[in-house]
T-cell receptor, first 113, second 111 residues
Framework: EPEVTQTPSHQVTQMGQEVILRCVPISNHLYFYWYRQILGQKVEFLVSFYNNEISEKSEIFDDQFSVERPDGSNFTLKIRSTKLEDSAMYFC???????????FGPGTRLLVL | SQQGEEDPQALSIQEGENATMNCSYKTSINNLQWYRQNSGRGLVHLILIRSNEREKHSGRLRVTLDTSKKSSSLLITASRAADTASYFCATDPNSGYALNFGKGTSLLVTP
C-alpha cells in the first residue's frame, strides 16, 4: 500500500542553523501539508500546498518557514535560522483530489540545541 | 479557529472491553476524522465521517457524529493490547484544507 515517506527520521541541529525536512507524498496525490507536534501537545497545522503554491497557512508559518516541490516527487519544508522552540515532530501529509482523507508520514523529529 | 477536543484525556481498560472516546468541536465542519498515534510515531488514519452522516463502521470501530451537539464519538469494540495508543479527532471545516486536531485521548489496554 502506498505510503507517505519522510526523511530524515531524526535531525539534531544547532540554534540558528537551517534545516530542510523532506517528504515524498503518495504518487497520485495533489494536495500536500505540513503539521508539527511539540512534545506532549496537539498536532498543529502549518501549511497546505496545491498546484505549486501555498493554499493556506497558519500563524505559525511565518517568514522563517518555506515549502517547495522541487521535483515531481519531493515536498520540502525549510526552516531558516532554527530556534529552540522549533523542536518538534514534523509531519507531512497528502491527499488525493476529490477526497478529504489526509495520509500522514511517520514524521521527522527535530531537536534544536 | 475551531478545535476538536477529546475526552477523556486518558482511558485505561482491559482487553476485551469496549473503549469510547468523545470529541467536541466549536464550529461547522465538512467532515471529522479520527487518527491513531502510537507513542512517538506517525498518525494513522482510522475513519472519516462526513457532516451529513450520523454513524459509520469500520471493523471494530464505530464512529458517530451529532452535528447539532457538535460532537463525535469513537467506539472500539473488543479492545486488544495493540489498540494502546493516542486517539485524535480532527475537524475539517473547509473540505480538505487544514485539519484542526484535538489534544487526544490516551488509551491503555492491559492484557
Amino acid at each position: 500500500e502506498p505510503e507517505v515517506t519522510q526523511t530524515p527520521s531524526h535531525q539534531v541541529t544547532q540554534m540558528g542553523q537551517e534545516v530542510i525536512l523532506r517528504c515524498v507524498p503518495i504518487s497520485n496525490h495533489l494536495y500536500f501539508y505540513w503539521y508539527r507536534q511539540i512534545l506532549g501537545q496537539k498536532v498543529e497545522f502549518l501549511v497546505s500546498f496545491y498546484n505549486n503554491e501555498i493554499s493556506e497557512k497558519s500563524e505559525i508559518f511565518d517568514d522563517q518557514f518555506s515549502v517547495e516541490r522541487p521535483d515531481g516527487s519531493n515536498f520540502t519544508l525549510k526552516i531558516r535560522s532554527t530556534k529552540l522552540e522549533d523542536s518538534a515532530m514534523y509531519f507531512c501529509a497528502s491527499r488525493v483530489d476529490g477526497e478529504q482523507t489526509q495520509y500522514f508520514g511517520p514524521g521527522t523529529r527535530l531537536l534544536v540545541l | 479557529s475551531q478545535q476538536g477536543e477529546e475526552d477523556p484525556q486518558a482511558l485505561s481498560i482491559q482487553e476485551g472491553e469496549n473503549a469510547t472516546m468523545n470529541c467536541s468541536y466549536k464550529t461547522s465542519i465538512n467532515n471529522l476524522q479520527w487518527y491513531r498515534q502510537n507513542s512517538g510515531r506517525g498518525l494513522v488514519h482510522l475513519i472519516l465521517i462526513r457532516s451529513n452522516e450520523r454513524e459509520k463502521h469500520s471493523g471494530r470501530l464505530r464512529v458517530t457524529l451529532d452535528t447539532s451537539k457538535k460532537s463525535s464519538s469513537l467506539l472500539i469494540t473488543a479492545s486488544r493490547a495493540a489498540d494502546t495508543a493516542s486517539y485524535f479527532c480532527a475537524t475539517d471545516p473547509n473540505s480538505g484544507y487544514a485539519l484542526n486536531f484535538g489534544k487526544g485521548t490516551s488509551l491503555l489496554v492491559t492484557p
